[in-house]
């Protein structure tokens, strides 16, 4: 895997589809003196007497906000307005009063909200919260005007992912737009604003929506010569810790450069033999112990490090305090600790620098800054802050980069071998000195502005919203789900509008955060992580448990959604539980349930499900009671059913197959009958689509459904057979070779499978038998979840079938699953050479991770070129021990799994 560079960019929004809540309870806004009217506006939006605005006063104690804010009612909607404010007016970058102010009024006013209305029980009741900046974003090259109050960024972001019941956004306007003839329509557009599932920033500028989306930098190699004077002069703020050393090594192999190292600690053997690889390595070193926030001192240095190497040709702010905690457990003081080097520290290191000669002036800041993960808001607030004062210190002509590193696991703060392990466990792979070095040196070469250095898994990138890259584009008014190759499977068929991506995406994230709510639940009752500080064994505690062997691949994954929900961390191969496992005594979650499903009506059935599993965890994890009699009670599939009925996201990926099949067939103008066979139809939920959309074809077309479960296809008959007489229900299993269940090579103009290709052990296999059914020509059409679902490894993981996959490393870990870069590898491998991918739906920062692909055979390829190439690799003929109460499970529609399910006794159903 290869380190990477990502640049961020601008892109346009469509309005947002869901309009926020339309009457929310109780309305609060939390305003500075200086807001240009806005809070009064905001008021307005809503009908009288349900608003109320606490003013912000400069200096006053957090304990008296907290106590006017208790004196208003519980708000379901809250504006926060505080970094409208930033106190740079009159005052120029370098003014530290005006930083000072704007950390008052910006990010640390919204953390003492924030954690005030945490106090008051907050978390246990759905709020959207939306903070508004002005101009703390440049959507142009001349950067933000007003950078100081960008640390709001960071800590929405995290917020957004450690409170699952609350819905948070940010907006920055422009000041011009709120006064005059647009102020109104501001006001109005805030009171629509829904806020981003992940807490993302919105631009709004003269009505127009834009947000920050990322491209891998194409064709940024490493000059071949460095980007360093020979023999220059260079400072690191941070530089004895552990990137700074290496940089500083560094400079001096390639450039015998002088360097100066500066921390707050006394220099120390340790920094001492950092100075000595310095000079081994060709150059010169010095120490200078000095605090980034101390503005005499830091002047006092550069001074001295002038007259000892004379002038500063380029610097790199490379400090950094880290200290992780969720916000409902951080206390101010840890958060400004954070806060401070980046933040008073950048505007100082800059200061300091203003009369030197600079090349360049390197920020190290974090993929926080588009990650925001849960637990670190400080670091994610500092790291936003210094992007934006960057991009803001470049317009005024300092020549700044920002260099947003991913994961160092061998040097630095986190170099540790459980932290490394943890991060490759969730797809983030260590950043070596070397390539660190050369990703460095490719910024300043090619000039970037700012990039993001990550070395990461294909699933973290599209968490990160990584794009294709290119210019900024207003994005088209109705997202076009088509992509690939200049190919258009639909025919040019319209489609109606998109469902709102991130509206699903951020409801299948409150369903995931209930569902690791749920399983702590169920782990405590069965003994494990009752209280912060609890360590276990990770390899013993499924055994300590009375897990049932048959659970050996579950258990672990379980384990991964509690780290990554952040009840959990991991040191090696202990597991440790964290303060966030002490608030569980205290919460509702059948409430907590009921609300998710009363706001994500969407996704109610699935919350239906994850409860009714999740209730008998111990026992099923145990194996005293049988999943599938839990989730098909009565051998009934209605529970499983549910997940994927009027899920709109489920409907837009049946309309999709269903057009991609009947463009096929109106296409056709052959006189013979397009044959179209149906893999796995299960309870017939995308055959209900694709039938629907063949009914006026009349005798042009036969249709084959088939499940692996005769139950599925008497299911089938029932439902469709009547109303259409050119379908034949036949039983087919796709792991099985098809010439010896009767099924003819080249026999099918069409194949469709919904959400059951992943359910086979041998991916490869499978695509040869779909291959054999294919005439030359012919298409597949193939739905799929394609990325890790924490709700479905809670639900369908419990089925053995979940876990038979041979070949694991074509799955998402995990998972049985397959990413669209596999699938369409595998489609090609397998002779379906043309693929076009179509999203059901836009997401802003996000994939979807459900698609429908689309592949076409490639005539003239051999029909059975790999069938039987394992060897006992598979189990191509059913065996007794194949079959016996196999549990095929397969995802079916939308985020929605389901199960192609097979009773123990399948022709009995
Ligand atoms: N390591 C990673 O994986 C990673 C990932 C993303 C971003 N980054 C960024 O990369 C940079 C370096 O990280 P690192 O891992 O090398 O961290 P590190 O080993 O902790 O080094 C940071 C250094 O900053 C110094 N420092 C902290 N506060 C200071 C202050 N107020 N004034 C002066 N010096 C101060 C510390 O020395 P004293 O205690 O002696 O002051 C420390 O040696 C940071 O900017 C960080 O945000 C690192």
Redo the contacts with the bound molecule.
Sequence with gaps: MRTRLYTPRWRELDPPATAATTEPGSVLVVAPSRDHGLAERLIGQYRPGIGHVVRLRLGEAPDALADRLGRVPPPSRVYFLGGLDDGLDGAGWDSLDAVERAQELGVLSLFRVVTSMLAAGGSERPVELISVTAHAHGVDERGPLRPFSAAVFGLTRSLAKEQSSWRVGCVDVATADLTGNSAGAVAAALAAEPGHPDGNEVVLREGRRWTLVLSEAEQVAPPAEPPFRRGGTYLI?????????ELAVHLARRAAANVAL????PLNPEIQRQLDRVAAAGGSAAYF?????DDTGMAATVAAVRARFGPVHGAF??????RDERLDAMDEATFTAVL???VR?AVVLARALREEPLDFLT??????SFSGNPGQAN?AA??TFKDAFAAHLRGTGVPVHV???????E?????KAAYRQRMASVGVHS?DAAEGMRAVEAVLANRLPQAMVLKAEQRVLERFGVRESGPPQPAPAAADPRRGAGWDPLGGRALDAAPDGDRLLAAHRRLDDLGAALLLAALQRMGAFESPGERRPAATLAAALAVAPSHARLFPTLLDILVAAGYLTRDGQWLTATRAVSGMAARDLTTEGQEVAARNPEVAAHVDLLSTCLDRYPELLRGDVDATAVMFPSASASKVEGVYRGDPLADRLNALAARAVAAYVDGNDGTDQVRVLEIGAGTGGTSASVLAALRDSGDRVRYVYTDISLGFLRHGRRLFGAEHPFVEFRRLDIESDPATQGFPAGGFDVVVAANVLHATRDLRETLDHVRYLLKGGGRLVLSETTAFSPFATLTFGLLDGWWRATDPELRVPGSPLADVPTWTGLLRDAGLGRTAVLSPAEVVQDEMGQYVLVAERTPGMPQRRRIGRRPGGSCRRRSPKCSAGRATTSIRTGRSPSTAWTPSSSSSW
């Design positions: 703020l941070g530089g004895a810790g552990g990137i700074g050393a500066l921390g707050r600690r112990a000095v605090d980034a926030g702010h490379s400090a950094l305090v880290l401070a080097p980046k520290g920020f190290f800041s974090s993929a926080q670091y500092a790291c260099v947003n590193w991913g994961y160092w696991g040097v630095g703060i986190v170099a950043i």
